[in-house]
C-alpha cells in the first residue's frame, strides 16, 4: 500500500504564489502516476496536474502556465508550484498516486486565495 502527505497550503492573496509537497511512503516502487486534483465544498474533484514515472506531464486548462507539477525521486515527493493565484484556486487539494487497479488519496490540504 501507499501512505501520501500533503503540506504547503495555506492563505494567500490573489496573484500570489504557494508550493505543496506529497510525500510518498510505503509501496512506492509500484507506482506508474502522481497527481494532484482539487475540490472546493460542493464541486467535484477535478485534476489538477499530473506526472507520470517518465516525466510526462498534464494540466487542467485553467492552471495551464501557472501551475507547475514536479517530483524529486530522492525525497519521494511530489510538487506543485501555484503562481498567479486566483480565488477560484480555493480547494482543497488532494494528493493522488495511481498503481495499476488502484488510486491512493492524501488527506488533503487547503488552499486558500483571498481577494
Known amino acids: 500500500q501507499v501512505q501520501l502527505v500533503e503540506s504547503g497550503g495555506g492563505l494567500v492573496q490573489a496573484g500570489g504564489s504557494l508550493r505543496l509537497s506529497c510525500a510518498a511512503s510505503g509501496s512506492i516502487f509500484s507506482i506508474t502516476a502522481m497527481g494532484w486534483y482539487r475540490e472546493a465544498p460542493g464541486k467535484q474533484r477535478d485534476l489538477v496536474a499530473r506526472?507520470?514515472?517518465?516525466?510526462?506531464?498534464n494540466y487542467a486548462e485553467s492552471v495551464k502556465g501557472r501551475f507547475t507539477i514536479s517530483r524529486d525521486d530522492a525525497k519521494n515527493t511530489v510538487y506543485l508550484q501555484m503562481n498567479s493565484l486566483r480565488p477560484e484556486d480555493t480547494a482543497v487539494y488532494y494528493c493522488?498516486?495511481?498503481?495499476?487497479?488502484?488510486?491512493?488519496w492524501g488527506q488533503g490540504t487547503q488552499v486558500t486565495v483571498s481577494s
Open positions: 506526472i507520470t514515472t517518465s516525466g510526462s506531464t
Open positions: 493522488n498516486a495511481q498503481v495499476r487497479g488502484y488510486q491512493y
